[in-house]
């Protein structure tokens, strides 16, 4: 009966352990993926580009 209680309160804790220690998010500032943000491009109507050096 102790085997079997021990072994319980072992996969409680990994489990525990496993939930506090999981995976954790980048807010969007801090992310490195260039497509994170939009582009320059993305917003405007096609063909009607922002008129440079004109």
Not at 11 to 22: K, Q, S
């Amino acid at each position: 009966m102790t085997s079997l209680k021990n072994s319980i309160v072992a996969l409680l804790v990994l489990a525990l352990g496993a939930i506090l220690t999981g995976c954790s998010t980048n807010s969007p500032k801090e992310t490195s993926i260039p497509w994170s943000r939009p582009a320059g491009w993305e917003g405007q109507i096609p063909g009607m580009g922002q008129p440079t050096g004109r």
